[in-house]
């Protein structure tokens, strides 16, 4: 277990999926902040598993996590579901999942991270939570051009200039590999956190429930569920 100090007049919101990324994401926050909350956008995905797994794990957190459990604050859900008609992918409408003209996968959500933040940024000033984190990354990705580092350099400073103040936005898992991403979580929560990654966090993008793997549950042949399998066996190999 680690113990960091917390910093402490830090809060944080955690932009929270209920996927792995999003699970280790809120621990790494939980570890750091005194003051967490919790941001999650219904935007019309084909599959309401992600909003369940959503509550899942932020219940298992805390007693996954009880020196930190105090911690953990509201959450926020926001129907961005207008905006998931408009910029319609695989992960909204019935769609194969394959790459388009552009060289990008067809489940890639058109701006989404840009706007998951402009929305996150305003909760977070009203809430008066001074850091957003989110799980996005550009190691370990499916190609989303909205998860890479200078994208997200580019919104901290247009919502800096937005809302006239110092707008911070966190990556922790920017740099790592999904095997690196396991071995963050296990570092801060042990065998217990891992095992509510792999039992209650939903990663596939079918919405698959049924199929148990050893990273976890999913289809185990979606891009999500080919990423996280692959993690997970090197990190295990590691």
């Known amino acids: 277990m680690s113990a960091l100090d917390p910093q402490p007049a830090a809060s944080a919101l955690v932009l929270f999926s209920g996927g792995q990324d999003s699970a280790t994401c809120l ?19 084909r599959h309401a598993v992600e ?35 408009i910029a319609e992918s695989a992960l909204t409408a019935d769609r194969a999942m394959e790459m388009d003209a552009r060289g990008l996968p067809t489940t890639f959500v058109p701006g989404r991270n840009l706007v998951f933040l402009s929305v996150a940024a305003a909760l977070a000033d009203r809430r008066g939570l001074e850091v957003m984190v989110g799980g996005m990354c550009e190691t370990d990705f499916s190609g989303y051009p909205d998860c890479r580092r200078e994208t997200i350099d580019a919104m901290e400073r247009a919502l800096s200039l937005g809302l006239d103040q110092p707008v911070r936005i ?33 990663t596939c993008y079918r919405g698959d429930r049924a ?27 590691a």
Request: aromatic share 8%.
């Open 27 to 45: 621990a790494w926050a939980l570890e750091r902040y005194v003051r967490v909350e919790t941001v999650g956008f219904d935007y019309g995905q």
């Open 51 to 85: 909003m369940q797994a959503r509550l899942a794990v932020r219940d298992g957190m805390r007693a996954t996590l009880p020196q930190w459990a105090d911690r953990l604050g509201e959450d926020h859900v926001v129907d961005l579901t207008g905006y998931g008609a």
């Open 170 to 202: 966190e990556t922790p898992l920017m740099a790592l590999t999904k095997a690196d991403t396991w071995a963050l979580a296990h570092r801060i929560g042990g065998e217990p956190l891992v095992e509510l990654i792999l039992e209650a966090s939903h």
């Open 211 to 237: 199929h148990r793997h050893a990273w976890g549950y999913g289809c185990g042949d979606c891009p999500a569920c080919e990423l996280r399998a692959r993690g997970h066996a090197e990190w295990v190999a």
